[in-house]
């Protein structure tokens, strides 16, 4: 297929990123080394997630003088993870940002029709008033981390950001038509989508490598 790519599409193609990812996809990893290099690769994607968020000053004193410094304005962000495999980035990203409001989304993939199925909700109330990055490692489809997107809408939510590990330029087309206003960034864009919607070449399922659950 010809894809083009978004112009709100970032790769963050840094060599620590590349090189961790590298360690993900091969198969002989372990389980809890493939969980740490999913937290290690977050920590480093969310430098880039969060590098135009809009900034303000407040009035400090350091040791020597007072001053006018910078602080992001505005409450703290929203971090939505799209279950289960998105528990992983959601841990990196609270390294970095261990203020930010944790939401959760339940969704998963039905095998035949490779439709997204909700099962839980939960988020800040006041979504509304803060950025949101959602978190899935995993931009194969589509389908799924749209749905999630639309019940985050439903909600109120604006300034969304989605985060990913790896993406198909099936998934991202997806996404993008369904919601152009929401950036993505990911690690890399892999070849395609195979018969069973799985990134190829990919790394598996995230989730079952993450949890030792095949």
């Known amino acids: 297929m010809t894809f ?8 963050v193609n840094h060599p620590l990123v590349l090189h961790k990812l590298t360690l993900m996809r091969d198969k002989n990893t372990p389980t809890a080394v493939f ?4 937290r290690e690769i977050s920590l480093l994607m969310a430098y880039e997630v ?9 009035h400090i004193e350091t040791p020597l003088e007072p001053m006018e410094a910078p602080v992001i304005k505005g409450k703290k962000q929203v971090i939505v993870s799209v279950l289960r495999a ?9 390294d970095l940002i ?21 099962y ?6 006041d979504i509304a008033e803060r950025d949101t990055f959602v978190v899935d490692p995993m931009l194969a ?3 799924s981390v749209a749905a ?8 109120g939510a604006k300034g969304i950001r989605l985060v990913t590990l790896l993406a198909a330029p099936e998934g991202i087309e997806r996404f993008h038509k369904a919601h152009p206003d929401v950036p993505i960034f990911t690690a890399a864009v892999d070849s395609h989508l195979n018969d069973h919607g799985y990134i190829v070449p990919g790394l598996g399922d995230a989730g079952d490598r993450m949890f030792g659950t095949k």
């Open 35 to 38: 969980r740490q290099l999913l």
């Open 86 to 94: 998105g528990s992983g980035l959601l841990e990196g990203m609270l």
């Open 148 to 155: 999630a997107v639309d019940r985050l809408k439903e909600k």
């Open 4 to 11: 083009k790519a978004p112009a709100n599409l970032t790769i």
């Open 98 to 118: 261990p203020s930010a409001r944790v939401g959760h989304i339940g969704l998963y993939r039905d095998p035949k029709t490779l439709q997204p199925v909700q």
């Open 141 to 143: 489809t589509g389908n």
């Open 120 to 125: 839980y909700m939960k988020v800040p109330e």
């Open 50 to 58: 969060c590098r135009d968020l809009p900034m303000t000053t407040r």
